[in-house]
């Protein structure tokens, strides 16, 4: 294809966009993935490798359908370097006026149905969002990590807003040899690094409220978490003060419910009750527990 048209197109500039993605591979390995990833882009959609070539690759590059199969095998493109090259570009936009402001980690997972029993790794999976109309469907479990980071809304007259563009970084498919709380961290590992000078907010659900994942995540100085606990978690008042008695001091207080909360300030026309505590799940760390309560009364 010309090259000044490479340059001064829509091509041109996804062609610079995508290009870095696969800079430890050598140049021609380079050019047939990055205009792989650009085919995906104008078909949206994947259904083969042949079909992109046939209706979209062979018309722009002429080149065959095994030289994209030869790049695809290529062993220094891995989807780990895409991950942290995603996360470059994601960190990136932030303005230099918003280098002091968090930036937000959310873990997730999703369920995609498969109509077959044949692929790899798929599985009878519980789908709490019902997406076939069923509790259980059989396919795939994909754990997300997505990187939301700050950016200035611009507004004509006014001053400029900060909002949160968030980025998807990566998945994992979960299979039998590793836990989806396993996955989770390692996702997490992977782009901190990146993330050592910033403040990083790590949300999630319940489901990965679990001790093996807090542990692993906060050794990191510059990480907190954010997440929802399950309503029958126990916990606990903090320790009291020694009294004086012989033996040893009691390493927690009396367990408290949520029904224990007094519920004073209003947010957003919730009521919101707040106490510091001690869990399991967190270890000895002291950590804040807030319970809401609507008008209707329902908690969470």
Known sequence: MNLLYLENSIIGSLFRFFSPYFSTAIRPTRFLLTWLVIAQVALQAFPSLRFLHRNFLSQVTHRCLNSYYRALQNETVTSHSLRLQTAKLACSLIPAAL???????????????KFGKKFDAVSLLHDHACHTGKPYVNGHCFVSLTLSVPVLNQREGKAPLIRYLA????????????????????????????????????????????????????????????CNVRSDSAMYELPPLPNGK??????????????????????????????????????????????????SGSSS
């Not at 390493?251 to 399991?280: E, P």
Request: aromatic letters at 8%; a neutral charge.
């Open 167 to 226: 980025v998807p970084v990566g998945y994992r498919i979960w299979t039998k040899e590793q836990t989806k709380l396993e996955l989770a961290g390692d996702l997490i590992e992977e782009v901190m690094p990146l993330l050592e000078d910033r403040q990083v907010l790590l949300l999630f659900d319940s489901w990965y409220a679990k001790s093996s994942l807090i542990e692993r995540v906060l050794q990191y100085p510059g990480l907190d978490i954010i």
């Open 99 to 113: 280098q002091n402001e968090p930036v937000f980690l959310s873990v997730d997972d999703t369920t995609v149905p």
């Open 246 to 295: 012989p033996g040893r001091p009691k390493k927690r207080g009396k367990r408290i419910h949520m029904n224990d909360f007094t519920l004073s300030s209003n947010m957003d026309g919730m009521r919101v009750g707040h106490r510091i505590v001690l869990t399991h799940i967190c270890g000895n760390r002291r950590i804040h527990a807030y319970v809401s309560c609507t008008t």
